[in-house]
Nanobody, 126 residues
Framework: EVQLVESGGGLVQAGGSLRLSCVAS????????IGWFRQAPGKEREVVSV????????YYADSVKGRFTVSSDKAKNTVYLRMVSLKPEDTAHYYC???????????????????WGHGTQVTVSS
C-alpha cells in the first residue's frame, strides 16, 4: 500500500523559511515521480514542484522558482521541499503526491497523480 506522510508546515513570518518532508512507503522510490502541490482557500490545487526520482529531474512553478528547492533522501524514502523567502501568498495547505513516472504526461496536473498525503499547513504572516 502506497502511503505518503507530510510534515514540517507551520506559521512563519514573511521572509522566513520552512522545510517540508514527505515520507513515502509502499513503492520503489526510483520508479515514481513526487509532486508537491498546494491549495489555498477558495483556490484550485496547483503544482509547486515535481521531482522525477528516476533521474533527479525537477520542475518548479514560476511563482516559487528560485525560492523553493526539492530534494530527496532515497535511503529514507523522503522527499523534501525547502522553502525560503516565504511570502504571504505562499500560505496554503501543501500536499505531496506520487505516481509511477510512466503514468504522467507532464506531471503538473493533480489529476495525473495516483496517491496523495493528507498535507501540511503553511501559513506566512505579513
Amino acid at each position: 500500500e502506497v502511503q505518503l506522510v507530510e510534515s514540517g508546515g507551520g506559521l512563519v513570518q514573511a521572509g522566513g523559511s520552512l522545510r517540508l518532508s514527505c515520507v513515502a512507503s509502499g513503492f520503489i522510490f526510483g520508479d515514481y515521480a513526487i509532486g508537491w502541490f498546494r491549495q489555498a482557500p477558495g483556490k484550485e490545487r496547483e503544482v509547486v514542484s515535481v521531482l522525477w526520482t528516476s533521474d533527479g529531474g525537477t520542475y518548479y512553478a514560476d511563482s516559487v522558482k528560485g525560492r523553493f528547492t526539492v530534494s530527496s533522501d532515497k535511503a529514507k524514502n523522503t522527499v523534501y521541499l525547502r522553502m525560503v523567502s516565504l511570502k504571504p501568498e505562499d500560505t496554503a495547505h501543501y500536499y505531496c503526491a506520487a505516481s509511477p513516472e510512466p503514468h504522467l504526461i507532464y506531471g503538473m496536473g493533480p489529476e495525473e497523480y495516483d496517491y496523495w498525503g493528507h498535507g501540511t499547513q503553511v501559513t506566512v504572516s505579513s
